[in-house]
């Protein structure tokens, strides 16, 4: 499991300078300048979402994009529920493209060993699939509410390229070609932060040793429970392809989607794809399924924002079904 968490940390470092040089925040002003009405304005930030997910981990993406989103819907004047919700639906629905976009691909498919460009191959279709539905089911619910804007003001944002922008160019070329990038991409981290000098304070705020290090913990006790007992795999095993996605959901709302990964796959599973879905997917039905939901809520919280554990639930009943269901069919083609 090591290899997981080592190169999440190291992906959350590569956030942490791209954050401090301004990537983030001037992709949000940029975004508040389009010509564009409320509606297609969340499409394409949740566009954007997908973007920063793939590339850069989706607890990154939680991480920095939502204090995004609300600068963004705050400056033009639009609704903010939307965004905010948009922000953590997104980022777990477009956690299929690459290995090092969410810890449970490198966990589940941990036997395999194939390089991030075999990965996007066999995943695309199904990660295409997630995201564009789970996008059509936020606007169809937030329809009404991404109502008339009233008068915002331009931000004022700028970026800086440097340390931040080749951290993410290199630590997305090692993801891509190594089968192994977990290493090379902490040492690109590491030396990232080094080099632009960020201050430690604002490296431990994204990057949550206790709450990696709980997960962690957590995760080799289920893995040494699932290595010990093998019912769980031996369940797993006896399902087909569609079972396995709805199993992999309900696993990850009642223990997290990091440990049940490590439950179910103490020997490779016969649907690992399928099972990915419903790990990666069902998250989005409660706030208890990732560590991504967990950075959200904490985060929207410190920006006096007011996400709702409730409504997050309430949303997600109609998002992940219908975005298992595209994925499946579409891994299926």
């Not at 990057?207 to 913990?217: E, S």
């Amino acid at each position: 499991m090591w290899p997981a968490f080592a190169l999440v940390t190291g992906l959350l470092l590569v956030g942490v300078v791209a954050e401090a040089d301004g990537l983030f925040a001037t992709a949000g002003a940029q975004l508040a300048r389009i010509p564009v009405g409320p509606h297609t304005l969340l499409v394409v930030a949740l566009a954007l979402v997908a973007l920063v997910t793939a590339i850069l981990n989706l607890d990154t993406s939680v991480f920095f994009l939502t204090p995004v989103m609300l600068h963004l819907a705050r400056e033009r004047g639009i609704d903010e529920v939307p965004f905010l919700y948009g922000v953590v639906f997104m980022s777990n629905a477009a956690s299929l493209f690459l290995p090092g976009s969410n810890l449970t691909n490198l966990i589940v498919l941990h036997h395999e060993h194939v390089a991030g460009a075999t990965f996007f191959l066999r995943m695309w279709a199904a990660a295409a699939a997630a995201a564009v539905t789970t996008t059509l089911v936020l606007l169809a619910v937030f329809w009404r509410r991404l109502g008339e804007e009233h008068d915002g003001r331009d931000g004022d944002a700028r970026a800086h390229f440097g340390v931040g922008a080749a951290a993410i160019a290199v630590a997305t070329v090692l993801v891509l070609v190594l089968s192994s990038p977990a290493l090379p991409v902490l040492v690109v981290g590491v030396s990232a932060v080094l080099l632009a000098g960020t201050q430690r304070a604002r490296v431990l705020a994204a990057v949550d040793l206790r709450t990696l290090g709980l997960l962690f913990l957590l995760a080799c006790l289920l893995g040494g429970v699932g290595r010990w007992w093998n019912g769980p795999h031996a369940v797993l095993d006896s399902l087909g392809r569609w079972p396995t996605a709805a199993f992999g959901a309900g696993s990850a709302v009642l223990v997290n989607n990091l440990p049940a990964a490590v439950l179910l796959t103490p020997e490779p599973p016969q649907h690992a794809r399928a099972l990915l879905l419903g790990l990666n997917l069902g998250p989005n039905l409660a706030v208890t399924g990732s560590l991504s939901a967990i950075l959200w809520l904490r985060v929207a919280r410190s920006l006096d924002a007011r996400p709702s554990v409730r409504t997050y639930s309430a949303i997600g009943l109609a998002v992940v079904p219908v975005s298992i269901v595209a994925a499946l069919a579409a891994l299926s083609v």
